[in-house]
C-alpha cells in the first residue's frame, strides 16, 4: 500500500475500527446489540471485548502493512471462532471481514485524487480478501470441532444409557437371552 492511501487509512484508523466494530454487533439480534455495545466488563461481555481487540489488530495490522500471520491469526481466531460457535452461517460469519472494505471506502475514496490511488486502494483490497481467506479457515475448522465435540458427547451419553441398561438388566446389553 502506498503513503497516500496509508496516511488517510492511519488518520481515520480510529473511525473506521468503531465503524467496523458497530457493523459486526449489527449482526446480532437487536436486544444483543445493546449489551455488546454498552457493557465494558470481559468477563460479562467476552464476545464484546474479543472483537474489540481482534479488530484493532487487524486495523492495526492492515494500517501498517503487516499481515504477518502470527498477528492476523490469533486474532482472527478471536473474531470469527465466536461466530462459529454461536452459530452462524459461513456467509454471516465471514461478512465482517468483507463489510470493512465498505467503511474503507466510505472513509478513503472521497480523499483520493490521483488514479493510481485507487489501484493502492486496490491493493489495501485484495489484504482484505487474504484476512477472510485466514477467516473462512479458522471458521472451517471451527464448526469441525464443534461437530467433533457434539458427535463425541452423543456417543458418551449413548454409552452411559448402555451402561445404566446393563446394571438394570444384570447382563452386557447386546448378548442374547438364553
Partial sequence: MRHQVQ???SEHKKEITDAWISAIFGTYDIDTVGFLRSQEDA???????????ATAI??????????DSDIVTPAMNELIQVRAVQKFEADQAMSVIFVLKNIIRKH??????????????????????????????????CR???????????????FQLLKRAERILEKPVGEPES
Avoid: C, W
Fill in 144 to 158: 469441525d470441532k464443534v461437530q467433533r465435540m457434539r458427535v463425541d458427547e452423543f456417543k458418551r451419553k449413548h
Fill in 58 to 67: 487487524l486495523i492495526d495490522a492492515l494500517v501498517d502493512d503487516n499481515l
Fill in 43 to 53: 468477563f460479562a461481555n467476552p464476545v464484546g471485548n474479543k472483537t474489540k481487540k
Fill in 108 to 141: 478513503i475514496v472521497p480523499k483520493l485524487s490521483k488514479s493510481e490511488e485507487f489501484a493502492d486502494l486496490l491493493e489495501l483490497e485484495s489484504k482484505i480478501d487474504s484476512l477472510a481467506l485466514v477467516g473462512f479457515r479458522i471458521y472451517s475448522e
Fill in 7 to 9: 496516511a488517510i487509512f
